[in-house]
């Protein structure tokens, strides 16, 4: 079976929107977690980059994908890449507001200090380096006294 | 206090820089330690499952559910503290002197690995109920946010409960009756964890830190899980089980409260070994503890 560009298209839309296992009202897409969906020998491939390795979720991610496909007649191949490496400036806007006021966890932002979801402080303190999960950490708001989950930036070393 | 329940009642949230009633920041505080705590001593039972786990799967799913309730716990334990009943310290002192709770399906042993999936399966999908039925108006902000990604997490842990449940109802002969056995001891615990009816007097209720009765709570996950282990060609262990003609609905039979009780006295069947065990866990760490807190003085 050829797979045409209209194919391809209908699988990307429906991948898309394959949402997280945790947070069911995010979507892989939003969260940067969809790399690519592209033809690859005779089947389609989809690429994912993990927000951390060893995340617990990833083969339910992949399950889920499949399944996804599958409701088009469609096989995929799932690939976690290594390269681009996840960071949190893959987060669309529209999840990071999901994300600050559904569930008060906030984004480390490129400069300056992290803002508090609850009340908009900038005078958090680091609690711990890991929280719930492996990839945010925790802190605390002396202004609205509300401990804050922020994800983490990893440092990408510039070669 | 009749201004604040109206102010409760209209749907208020408390803040803690706000002013409230002392009966009031006692139950808040008290209802949150006991979660702590629950949050706690159920990581430690992971923790325990993460070597024995069976393959690589299983233990990285076993470690994120351990890293999943200690985390829960250190951001219960920072609300609990803040308002300044008693310290993260003498929450812990007390919990590892045996003079506070823990919810009582920590309270028994875990023998066998489809007991463990029976914990994920029956009891995490119970305290997911009783969790989501706190949230849905909690009066209490600070505790409200921490439950609404609590409970997107424990979902998490349910969905694998359920795969690991149907894995082995459609494993080998062997594996079916291993789950069933599992499930003859964990059924009676999970629909315990609800406790008994609630009180028309319960403050918890009139105080909107809790949404739903008891018993309200008890009756609807009966009528979920009984048709669901039915279905995976389990039998529900009690005898008195029937479905009622007039209604449809599942009626289990009449619950002895008096074991429980016990047990949430730390005198259930195995609350000495998990205290001692919990308390050799925080004696281990005592070393970390010190050196984070030297730590701004050494590398100043």
């Known amino acids: 079976m050829t797979i045409t560009q209209s194919d391809l298209a209908a699988v990307r839309s429906a991948v898309g929107l394959v949402t997280d296992p945790e947070y069911p009202d995010l979507t892989i897409k939003q969260l940067g977690i969809l790399e690519d969906v592209v033809i690859d020998a005779s089947s389609i491939r989809v690429d994912l980059v993990p927000t951390i390795l060893g995340c617990p979720a990833l083969s ?11 409701k088009l007649g469609h096989e995929v191949v799932v690939r976690f890449c290594r390269a681009p490496v996840w960071t949190p400036d893959r987060i669309s806007p529209d ?3 999901i994300l600050a006021n ?14 508090c979801p609850v009340c908009g402080a900038r005078s958090m303190e680091k609690r711990s380096d890991v929280g719930p999960t492996a990839c945010r950490s925790v802190h605390w708001c002396p202004e609205c006294r509300n401990p804050i989950e922020v994800v983490r930036a990893r440092e990408i070393k510039v070669q | 206090m009749e201004k604040f329940e109206d102010f409760l009642d209209a749907g208020g949230v408390v803040e ?32 325990d499952w993460i070597p024995k786990a069976p393959g690589l799967h299983r233990k990285l799913t076993a470690l994120a559910k351990t890293q999943d309730e200690i985390g829960h716990a250190h951001l219960l334990y920072m609300i609990a503290a803040d308002l300044q009943i008693k310290t993260r310290e003498e929450m812990m002192i007390d919990l590892l002197e045996g003079r506070t709770h823990f919810h009582n399906v920590f309270h028994y042993r875990v023998h066998s690995w489809t007991d463990q999936i029976a ?34 997490e424990e979902g998490f842990h349910m969905r694998n409960g359920e795969e690991m449940m149907l894995l082995m109802a459609h494993g080998t002969r062997t594996q079916h009756e291993m789950m069933q056995e599992s499930i003859n001891r964990w059924w009676l615990p999970a629909v315990q964890l ?79 070994r998990r205290i001692a065990d919990a308390r050799t866990a925080w004696q ?16 100043a």
């Open chain 2, 284 to 299: 281990n760490a005592d070393w970390v503890r010190k050196a984070l807190d030297s730590s701004s003085e050494v590398y």
């Open chain 2, 194 to 272: 609800f406790g008994p009816d609630s009180r028309p007097s319960d403050e918890l209720l009139r105080w909107h830190i809790k949404s739903e009765r008891n018993e309200v709570l008890r009756d609807r996950y009966v009528q979920k899980f009984v048709p669901q282990l039915l279905g995976g060609g389990f039998t529900v262990p009690d005898p008195g089980l029937r479905k009622d003609p007039v209604d449809g609905k599942w009626k289990i039979s009449e619950i002895d409260w008096e074991p429980l009780k016990k047990t949430m006295r730390n005198g259930g069947p195995d609350s000495a």
């Open chain 2, 119 to 152: 914990v994920a399966y029956l009891v995490d999908a119970a305290a997911l109920a009783s969790q989501q039925a706190v949230f849905r108006n909690c009066s209490y902000g600070p505790y409200k946010r921490i439950l609404r990604r609590v409970i997107a």
């Open chain 2, 16 to 47: 803690p820089n706000d002013a409230m009633p002392e009966s009031y920041r006692n139950a808040v505080f008290r209802f949150i330690e006991l979660h702590a705590n629950s949050e706690y001593m159920g990581g430690l039972t992971e923790r």
């Open chain 1, 102 to 115: 559904e569930y008060t966890i906030a984004i480390t932002p490129r400069s300056g200090r992290t803002q």
């Open chain 1, 60 to 70: 339910t991610i992949e399950k889920d994908v499949k399944l996804a496909a599958r």
């Open chain 1, 95 to 97: 999840a990071r507001q």
